[in-house]
């Protein structure tokens, strides 16, 4: 009787053991090739990404990396299939990261600077080279204002009127020091413009970037343009800076000492 009962209980062990393992089998097998929401991998690190992608039984794949001005290397930016898709286990994500070292332009890709207007370049550089620009001087020149003149980058010149040093690597996320033009302090003679008439002491200041202030009239002045110049101030022969203002006395009368 007791061997009878042995056997029974073993046989009823055996068969909660089949039924056990057959409804984890079964568990395995439904849940096996169901599909579920991927996670969202970006801003994350790629070590900590692959190992817990590698725990859900996925594989991840760099498929490229981009240099972010600002950003450590390693960080994904984005992911394809994208957070929240239905995948299956064994299922590549592919993702693209930052790098981790600096990425460099040299100069020879960098836009004609020289003599080009300052704000325009500067959004250009920004916009297709992440490279930033900062005013350092002003110099005179002839042409137009706020025209670049020079470019330095990390104590150097590398643009001036003379050179260009294309072989120079320039960090993206860099700074680019430039000198632009003005249209004042250029050193010169003050002229002599004394027995002419206004217009034409009028035209001649304009040519040296002279600017003409308070005019001294004497009552007797009906057209101002053909009165005639007395005195001047500064004198003649004097050293004046571009952009400098000039006083004028003026008569109607061409005063004594002047030839017609």
């Given at each position: 009787?007791?061997?009878?009962?042995?056997?029974?209980?073993?046989?009823?062990?055996?068969?909660?053991?089949?039924?056990?393992?057959?409804?984890?089998?079964?568990?395995?097998?439904?849940?096996?090739?169901?599909?579920?929401?991927?996670?969202?991998?970006?801003?994350?690190?790629?070590?900590?990404?692959?190992?817990?992608?590698?725990?859900?039984?996925?594989?991840?794949?760099?498929?490229?990396?981009?240099?972010?001005?600002?950003?450590?290397?390693?960080?994904?930016?984005?992911?394809?299939?994208?957070?929240?898709?239905?995948?299956?286990?064994?299922?590549?994500?592919?993702?693209?990261?930052?790098?981790?070292?600096?990425?460099?332009v040299p100069v020879r890709r960098?836009?004609?600077?020289?003599?080009?207007?300052?704000?325009?370049?500067?959004?250009?550089?920004?916009?297709?080279?992440?490279?930033?620009?900062?005013?350092?001087?002003?110099?005179?020149?002839?042409?137009?204002?706020?025209?670049?003149?020079?470019?330095?980058?990390?104590?150097?010149?590398?643009?001036?009127?003379?050179?260009?040093?294309?072989?120079?690597?320039?960090?993206?996320?860099?700074?680019?020091?430039?000198?632009?033009?003005?249209?004042?302090?250029?050193?010169?003679?003050?002229p002599d413009l004394t027995c002419?008439?206004?217009?034409?002491?009028?035209?001649?200041?304009?040519?040296?970037?002279?600017?003409?202030?308070?005019?001294?009239?004497?009552?007797?002045?009906?057209?101002?343009?053909?009165?005639?110049?007395?005195?001047?101030?500064?004198?003649?022969?004097?050293?004046?800076?571009?952009?400098?203002?000039?006083?004028?006395?003026?008569?109607?009368?061409?005063?004594?000492?002047?030839?017609?």
């Amino acid at each position: 009787m007791k061997h009878i009962l042995k056997h029974a209980a073993l046989i009823a062990l055996a068969l909660l053991g089949f039924v056990l393992l057959t409804a984890l089998w079964l568990r395995w097998y439904t849940n096996h090739g169901q599909s579920i929401a991927l996670d969202n991998y970006v801003d994350m690190s790629i070590t900590e990404a692959m190992e817990d992608a590698k725990k859900r039984s996925f594989t991840m794949v760099v498929l490229d990396s981009v240099f972010m001005v600002g950003q450590p290397g390693g960080q994904i930016l984005n992911q394809n299939p994208k957070a929240g898709s239905k995948v299956k286990e064994d299922r590549t994500i592919y993702v693209t990261i930052t790098k981790g070292e600096t990425e460099q332009v040299p100069v020879r890709r960098l836009p004609i600077l020289y003599g080009k207007d300052y704000e325009r370049k500067r959004k250009e550089l920004k916009q297709a080279f992440q490279i930033d620009t900062k005013v350092v001087d002003y110099a005179f020149d002839r042409g137009a204002p706020n025209h670049i003149l020079e470019v330095r980058y990390e104590g150097q010149t590398i643009i001036d009127a003379k050179s260009r040093k294309d072989q120079v690597m320039v960090d993206k996320g860099g700074t680019l020091e430039v000198v632009l033009s003005k249209t004042t302090g250029g050193q010169l003679t003050m002229p002599d413009l004394t027995c002419k008439q206004y217009d034409e002491a009028a035209f001649q200041l304009q040519t040296l970037n002279l600017v003409i202030g308070e005019s001294v009239m004497g009552d007797e002045i009906r057209d101002k343009g053909s009165s005639f110049i007395w005195r001047q101030e500064p004198s003649a022969a004097r050293g004046v800076s571009m952009g400098d203002t000039i006083t004028l006395f003026l008569s109607a009368q061409l005063p004594e000492g002047c030839q017609n």
